[in-house]
């Protein structure tokens, strides 16, 4: 029987290791779908990070995608600090490597100073056998020496003073940002997190308990924002494909982070009757705006048809009738008739959404500030000229001036010789009602770092257009 039993433990001993090694090597496999990622990734940049690598998992079927996207989204939100410990450990700039071996350099070194799931051994031989014959001497000696010194390498980036280095941001967001932030050091590391998620519930058709149900089975953290009926969800990492997935299934429930639930709840304070909301898609102002106040028609713009059938389908989904959505270029003559209130959500270089796109934080150029805030100032005109009298919300996700103030300053002087005249409604009480923490600008509100609501950065601004007083003779 000892013999036997004897047996049986080396067996139970053998088994285990060889599932133990599988494990391991299966989940060393985020190297190589990371590596494919990021080389897909590198020669588009102009891509949407979030879709093309939603578009990518959906394809990976059977792999770790949470473990995936943390590691893509945790290279990119750091990628000057570790090409500043590439280039420590090598004496090599990244400009000097070969773009494939600098990927694979960057995640094995992602994986071994900022994430604690992997064996270093693993990541060191898993990133070597991912990278080609002539450089495997060169990757396998700069990463086993950041598996050896750790804890000097992990001291050197905290060190570090230079904040583009630091945060991985662009000096000309870094300056942007000194403007408004009362704290930068603070606003930077805000900016620099993993994002959390938003969802907002249709309370018509779900109550909260019943939603409190979902996210407990799904075993996902969560706490109440119950003044804006949402949930905020922690855990689902990167770009939230465990929390996307949910969503799908359990339905009534959408993103919107909080910051951009504030522009459909001001609009339903001041919108009487029919709303123009611009620039809509994918629709989640126009729809929580309607379930805030059912009555409002809604007329739901957009210049891009194939972006307008996701208002469409959105609305569908909510059976929503009150929306209408249109396909036209708001710049041209395109509307007629009163509306009470515009919702001008523009386009903009998303410099307050950094958390969700950290690709943005090395990607935003004084050429794509300059191009949107003309585009921006265009669109504020064409709304002005068309509307005789009412409100106008503009607000963009960035807090960089120049899409800011500056479009509002612009605008302001020049209407002031027009016929009507604009008055600048103080949104002060709104914020503080919700609990945002704010600066206040010339002419609108910029929406600073709040641990309580984790909201995106935005600026908004509410215009009152009145028919100035015709001179009496």
Same mark, same amino acid.
């Not at 990070?49 to 939603?54: E, I, M, P, R, Y």
């Not at 570790?82 to 490597?97: A, E, F, N, P, Q």
């Not at 921006?376 to 005109?381: C, D, E, G, S, V």
């Given at each position: 029987? *000892? ?45 949407? %990070? ?24 945790? =290279?990119?939100?750091? *990628? ?22 600098? /990927? ?47 804890? &000097? ?6 060190? /570090? ?26 606003? %930077? ?32 953290? @969560? ?10 969800? *922690? ?19 959408? @993103? ?69 959505? &249109? ?25 307050? #959404? ?28 064409? =709304? ?16 960089? #001036?120049?899409?800011? *103030? ?8 020049? /209407? ?58």
């Amino acid at each position: 029987m *000892e013999l036997e039993q004897g047996v049986i433990d080396v067996k139970q001993k053998f088994w285990g290791a060889f599932f133990k090694r599988r494990k391991r090597t299966k989940r060393m496999d985020i190297i190589k779908y990371s590596f494919r990622f990021l080389i897909q990734f590198s020669i588009s940049p102009g891509k949407n %990070l979030k879709l093309l690598l939603s578009d990518f998992l959906d394809k990976s079927t059977g792999q770790s995608h949470q473990g995936i996207t943390r590691a893509v989204y945790g =290279v990119i939100r750091r *990628e000057s600090a570790l090409d500043y410990v590439i280039h420590r450990l090598s004496r090599r700039t990244s400009g000097k490597i070969d773009a494939d071996v600098l /990927i694979l350099l960057r995640i094995g070194i992602y994986l071994l100073v900022y994430s604690q799931s992997y064996p270093d051994y693993a990541v060191v031989n898993e990133a070597v056998r991912m990278t080609r014959r002539r450089s495997k001497g060169f990757v396998n000696a700069v990463l086993r020496r950041c598996a050896g010194e750790k804890e &000097i390498i992990t001291a050197m980036l905290e060190q /570090i003073r230079e904040p583009h280095i630091k945060y991985s941001t662009a000096p000309l967001l870094i300056d942007y940002l000194k403007r408004i932030a009362p704290d930068l050091k603070a606003a %930077l590391e805000y900016l620099d997190r993993e994002p959390v998620f938003h969802i907002r519930i249709d309370g018509n058709n779900y109550a909260y308990d019943e939603v409190k149900e979902v996210l407990s089975q799904a075993g996902l953290g @969560f706490k109440e924002l119950k003044p804006f009926e949402t949930f905020e969800v *922690e855990g689902a990492g990167g770009s939230g494909v465990r929390l996307k997935n949910l969503l799908k299934e359990a339905g009534y429930f959408y @993103f919107q982070n909080t910051a951009s639930q504030l522009v459909s709840i001001i609009a339903s304070k001041y919108a009487a009757g029919a709303v123009l909301d611009c620039c809509t898609a994918p629709g989640a102002k126009s729809v929580t705006l309607s379930l805030l106040n059912p009555g409002l028609k809604i007329v739901a713009n957009d210049i891009d048809e194939q972006r307008l059938l996701m208002v469409k389908e959105f609305c569908a989904s909510y059976g929503i009738a009150s929306i209408k959505p &249109i396909v036209s270029d708001i710049r041209a003559v395109c509307f007629k008739g009163h509306f009470d209130l515009v919702i001008l959500d523009a386009p903009c270089t998303s410099s307050g #959404t950094l958390r969700k796109n950290p690709d943005l934080k090395l990607k935003i150029t004084r050429e794509l500030v300059d191009k949107n805030a003309e585009n921006q100032y265009r669109l504020l005109q064409s =709304v002005l000229k068309n509307l005789s009298t009412g409100y106008i919300l503009y607000s963009v996700c960035s807090f960089i #001036t120049d899409e800011t *103030e500056g479009v509002l300053g612009r605008t302001v002087q020049d /209407i002031q010789a027009a016929e009507n005249k604009i008055v600048i409604i103080d949104l002060s009480s709104i914020l503080e009602e919700y609990g945002f923490a704010y600066k206040k600008g010339e002419y609108g509100f910029y929406l600073l770092p709040n641990e309580g609501l984790n909201n995106d950065l935005f600026y908004l601004s509410l215009l009152k257009v009145e028919e100035a007083p015709k001179n009496k003779l």
